[in-house]
């Protein structure tokens, strides 16, 4: 028995959504912390340890992404009230 099963189109349009609520974010977020880090450079650090051998540059994921969030809120929210 074959069964004629076809995706509504709301389960394709979550992909892209999705994609776009993380990605770009990220994206975002990660030249925005460049552009700070162009500006103010990182400062020496007066004491050596196991936790200052790190590169000071280096930012983690979740910080880009809420940078990210943070900057795209107005703009998600404005396409949200578009589309409702």
């Known amino acids: ?6 995706e509504p189109w ?3 349009a979550l992909v892209p959504a ?3 609520v993380v990605a770009i974010p ?3 977020g990660h030249f925005i ?3 700070y880090y162009k500006i103010r450079p990182a400062q020496e650090n007066e004491k050596v340890s196991l936790s200052t051998l790190g590169d000071n540059n280096k930012s983690d994921f979740f910080k ?3 940078i990210g969030w943070l ?6 929210y404005w396409v949200h009230s578009l589309v409702y």
Do not use: S
């Open 18 to 20: 999705v994609i776009g």
């Open 10 to 12: 709301e389960a394709w």
């Open 1 to 6: 028995m074959h069964y004629d099963v076809r």
């Open 71 to 76: 900057i795209c809120a107005p703009i998600f």
């Open 33 to 35: 912390l460049e552009l």
């Open 26 to 28: 990220i994206i975002i």
């Open 64 to 66: 880009k992404l809420l």
